[in-house]
């Protein structure tokens, strides 16, 4: 529960961004050498809390990096949208991480791409089919392919350390997937994610039912890809060479993306009813988005449909989450893809609305065929699910087997830094929509901030933690946020290998399930996942807020036969 | 004598947290009071409004248990408890005593101009 208090005191509740249009400063410390080296510049940001004295050369304490750094733009192939790659079962796809030039508002940068496109080739394939990714690294730093939301084979989840060693640049891995649950689902690199990813490395795997009549019916099938990038007249905002920067609170980019591009724009019948499968990929950005008020349903999460579609305004969708909506567009007009938030100036204590454009669909005046309207407006119920999940309801009431608070630990951050996390507790909003502290959170590296999983039952943290489940086993865990750390912030909190449901939130119980890799955690809140433990091999669970996971925020399970 | 307790949580989301087309939270009010007399005729009327008072919205009358629910999607709000008649129209604003208020967190937040090192004297003198 968010909070209990007596009436006459306080009731609590939940809130934090920064304005999209930013003010550039690049060059502003003039203290810099400005020759052929690579050196930090202050990211762009809106200064709407006063500085203190001193502090505006500050830079991180970590060194920049920027991958393709002082290289010649021209040797690079220029990426290209993504395509679908329909596979059957037994077939097998080369692909490779590279360098390549990405156009961007009309700016060249180098940047990084799967198969040369962005996003990466998607992967389409039904369901129960097993397809072959031969891989090959052509990027300057080791890397690893992690599927995300898979139930795949362990020796295949592409974690370094745990499932595989690195692949260096020039070398290659066979990864084997298998895809036992019908959905929408992405692979990334699991290492230094805060810059491959960051730099485009991310795709998608459509995985298409065997069933007939699997969802309700709807006109055509769209992915849109949402992700951010951090930039300035300068070009990319160099990442932290040993460790992440933006360490707090993640990498929040000042352009925000659909597919790669900033100009989205899709052409659609009156009447048509389109079905969109949402992946969010950015560090650590999480969206609300609205479809210009057109009507919306939502038909699955993850790694399932829900229980039953429902209708709902806007999607809230976290780093790594999917979500698959299907929209009717019954106007002949112009509808905006936006992300609706509400930023806080933490420094003059008041609410501001954002509304963020990402795309256009038009509606033109030619009528759909078939026209699947009368059909949208029921929410359909989805026995399948219903009946698949009845089997776990046994163990909603049993007592947690784990309990996992989730905090953080600083060390040598800047003195005033740690007085001004000090000074605003009054309110700590229970998800950040926006980077409220650009100043300090560009200069908190992975060297000063350890984020941390703590295991309540026994005391250890982070990667001393490692669970011990058998096949066959169904696991509660209990996540608390605690809003009484240092610098609070929802965590979407993602447990590989394995499928999960969120039974309840804070005291109150989930009315409509479905099965999930990954959840938001938002502060101060309490959240159950119900763990069904079918995929043997030694997993991570960790913050998919890419600065927060190489920050430490993961944790290891053995699953035994 | 008397008291209340106001518990707020999410309203209900497929997403975890709910949250308005315009950036809103969505939550869910459940009031109860306790070591409440109340004459014949009379009845306890849970309401919502902006710290400025510029919104008022009713959640309604407390039932005999004395447990009202609600719900909304403003960002910092008051919740105030009034003494009413206990049948007829609510309209738009109370006509009898306050008898209990509680304000949200989100709605403590205020300028930290004069907090912290440009503190001049607490927040604490004034009820915050």
């Known amino acids: 529960m968010l909070a209990r208090l007596l009436l006459l005191v306080f009731l609590a509740v939940p809130a934090l961004a920064q304005d999209h249009d930013m003010m550039d400063h690049s060059g502003h410390n003039m203290n810099m050498n400005m020759g052929d080296s690579l050196v930090w510049r202050m990211p762009p940001m809106k200064m709407t809390m006063p500085m ?273 909506v299907d929209v009717y567009f019954d106007e002949e007009q112009e509808y905006a893809i936006t992300n609706s938030i509400q930023s806080i100036d933490h420094f003059r204590g008041v609410f501001a609305p954002e509304t963020h454009h990402l795309g256009t669909i038009m509606v033109g005046s030619e009528k759909a065929e078939p026209d699947f309207g009368s059909q949208f407006v029921k929410a359909l119920e989805f026995e399948d699910v219903q009946s698949d999940i009845a089997d776990f309801r046994q163990y909603f009431d049993k007592q947690p087997d784990h309990n996992l608070r989730l905090t953080v630990e600083v060390n040598d951050l800047p003195r005033w830094i740690v007085m001004m996390m000090e000074v605003d507790t009054l309110f700590v909003p229970p998800m950040e929509w926006n980077d409220a502290m650009p100043m300090m959170n560009w200069l908190s590296s992975g060297e000063q901030v350890d984020w941390v999983l703590l295991d309540e039952d026994t005391g250890r943290k982070s990667m001393d933690i490692n669970w011990s489940w058998k096949v066959g086993d169904v696991v509660k865990i209990r996540i608390f946020n605690d809003p009484k750390s240092f610098h609070p912030m929802n965590h979407p909190f993602h447990i590989h290998g394995q499928r999960f449901l969120v039974t309840e939130m804070d005291g109150q119980a989930n009315p409509n399930m479905a099965w999930k890799d990954t959840q938001i955690i938002p502060v101060g809140s309490t959240v159950e996942l119900l763990v069904d433990v079918t995929n043997p091999g030694k997993w991570m669970a960790h913050c998919h807020i890419a600065e927060h996971l190489h920050a430490g925020m993961m944790l290891s399970f053995t699953v035994d036969e | 004598m008397a008291k209340g307790i106001g518990e707020v949580t999410y309203a209900s989301s497929p997403f975890g947290v709910a949250i308005s087309a315009t950036g809103t939270y969505v939550v869910s009010l459940n009031l109860s009071m306790e070591n409440v007399t109340l004459d014949d005729g009379s009845s306890l009327v849970a309401w919502v409004t902006t710290p400025q008072l510029d919104q008022i919205k009713p959640l309604g009358r407390f039932s005999e248990e004395l447990r009202v629910d609600g719900q909304t999607d403003w960002n910092k709000f008051l919740l105030v408890v009034t003494l009413e008649p206990a049948s007829g129209d609510l309209g738009d604003i109370w006509s009898g005593p306050i008898v209990a208020r509680g304000m949200s967190r989100s709605g403590l937040m205020h300028t930290m101009a004069g907090h912290g090192p440009f503190e001049t004297e607490p927040c604490a003198v004034y009820g915050y």
């Open chain 1, 52 to 324: 203190i004295a001193g502090t505006m050369d500050d830079v991180p304490i970590v060194g920049p990096m920027l991958p393709g750094y002082g290289m010649d733009l021209s040797m690079f192939a220029e990426a290209k949208p993504s395509e679908i790659f329909d596979l059957a079962d037994g077939d097998t796809l080369h692909m490779d991480a590279s360098l390549v030039r990405r156009t961007i508002d009309g700016q060249e940068y180098i940047m990084m791409a799967y198969g040369g496109m962005y996003p990466g080739p998607l992967i389409r394939a039904d369901r129960g089919s097993k397809v072959i990714v031969e891989f090959t690294n052509n990027i300057e730093m080791p890397t690893t392919v992690h599927w995300h939301g898979l139930r795949l084979d362990n020796e295949f989840d592409g974690v370094p350390g745990v499932t595989q060693d690195p692949v260096l640049t020039g070398e290659s891995f066979t990864y084997e997937l298998k895809f036992p649950d019908t959905g929408m689902y992405w692979y990334h690199p699991h290492m230094r994610e805060d810059v491959q990813q960051d730099l485009g490395l991310y795709g998608n795997m459509l995985v298409d039912p065997t069933e007939e009549n699997y969802y309700g019916p709807s006109n055509r099938e769209v992915p849109l890809v949402f992700d951010d990038i951090l930039i300035d007249s300068s070009g990319l905002i160099p990442f932290g060479d040993s460790a992440p920067t933006h360490a707090l609170m993640g990498r929040f980019g000042n352009v925000l993306m659909v597919n790669g591009i900033t100009d989205y724009h899709l052409d659609v019948d009156k009447g048509e009813v389109v079905r969109f499968y949402l992946t969010n990929v950015a560090n650590t950005r999480t969206f609300n988005l609205v479809f210009g008020g057109a009507k919306m349903k939502v038909v699955a999460g993850d790694v399932s449909k829900y229980e039953r579609e429902q209708f709902v305004e806007s999607v809230v969708i976290a780093p790594a989450e999917r979500y698959i």
